[in-house]
């Protein structure tokens, strides 16, 4: 299968300091793919390179074979990247609608429309006029989320969309991702907590240090292999090593 | 007792000029958090853009309002385009010094063409026509029309900013332009239609205080003071509390000119220092 999106030897930096090194990913057609790794790994640089708020190589990002790497944030979402971005980001003086209804600025076609994002999120109908940063966490993240559907993207990427939710809310959004991919609709999802990555996604890609350290079929990668990439342990098939190093890496 | 109801009358009238000058300031300093310096002289560039025609062609003032807001619209999306976007950034310095600049130049490119005479728009009968409301308050048919234009255009623009699309990008730029990016959204794009719809507003504002006072190359200044005043008063970011700041300042001017003929334009300062210092965010701020 042709990959929807991939990247080749992408690098990325910030100044002098360089937080990817020569990244290959390939999400296709309709995958789900989740993105792990340790803070400070380069997931949210690596989102940041697809969507086009970091500044990498045009060849390094391709979108069905064409070059997109370091096109401005507003050409890429009319490609059909969109972005639910880390800590949400809704503009703060537009109510729950107008900050939905601003996610079709780039105005693509397809099957997103306000009718169809109350119908996954029907609370957000009842507090639509609202203003989007009054509502709760996990309802903000419904709007951030149904704010990059109704651009009607090819591809979703979502930063930490389970940041500072509760476990039950979590598991509300994860539950949308279903009828979201319904369509064919590709996904990458940054997460911090790898089982619910492993269950949602088809492929995993973690990263460390900048670099690709595992990638495979999410069915297929083991937990200790995970550890082992998390950590960058040498023996990964021990487990009480990689219990002690996580609470090491989390002191 | 007629004479202070009249008074105030005349500082609300006075104050939709004022009003007129504010929201472009607002709507500018609103989206892009830059005070364009050159504001005032761009309403008397406007007004000397209308002057050539009156004088060469004959033509009435009124005619021209249309045609002068149009080119200063494109006056102002070609400025934010090409110059001022560079300049906007972490720093807030840059936009000031640049804008600094272009009010010396506009002044002095204006005194160098028209001489520093003071002149005026001729709007004939207008000019001195008034309106007769009884128990002895008389108040000016003109000042009045500028008035409700004013009140009109900022109804316009609040409905613009509220009801339309293109008001809500503006809005959701003014938020977070990184964001706002991500909805394809050109943040350029967008600060060179506020600076557009701003010079707009200026250029209206400037044909209109043309033909209500006399204007010399020099009075750029002055206008941008009350302009800034009035928005200060109102509250950053709320259209319809820099209108009411504006007539709040025209009031206090009215006022203290009845006082005393010299005490006009110091009580508006006045006013706009007691705001600043009991209520620094403005009157009709919307507080987060």
Known sequence: MKPLLSTHSLEARYGDFQALFGIDVEVGEGDAVALIGANGAGKSTLMKSLCGQMAVQGPSVLLEGQAIGGLPPHEIVRRGIAMVPEGRKLFRSLSVEENLRIGAFAARKGPWTLGRVFGLFPILKEKRALPGT??????????AIGRALMSNPRLLLCDEISLGLSPAVIQDIYGALPSIRAE???????????????????HVYCLMHGRVSLHGASHAVSKQQISAAYFGLEEPEDVTTGMGAKQGAAA | MSEWIATLIQGCLLGGLYALFAIGLSITYGVMRVVNIAHGDFIVLSAYLAMVPVAMLGVHPFVLVLPVALLMFGVGYGLQRLLLNRTIGPDILPPLLVTFGLSILIQNGLL??????????QVGALSTASLDLGAGITIGAFPLLVFLVSLLLTLAISLLFNKTPVGVALRATSDDPATAGLMGIRAKHVYALAMGLSFALVAIGGVLSGARTTFTPASGPASLLYAFEAVVIGGMGSLWGTFAGAVILGVAQAVGAELNAGLGVLSGHLVFLAVLIFKPTGLFARTK
């Open chain 1, 184 to 202: 064919g609709l590709s996904v990458v999802i940054v997460e911090q907590d790898i089982d619910t990555a492993v269950r949602s996604a088809q």
């Open chain 2, 112 to 121: 160098e063409i028209f001489s520093a005479d003071s002149q005026a728009l």
């Open chain 1, 134 to 143: 009054s509502l709760s966490g996990g309802q903000q993240q419904m709007v």
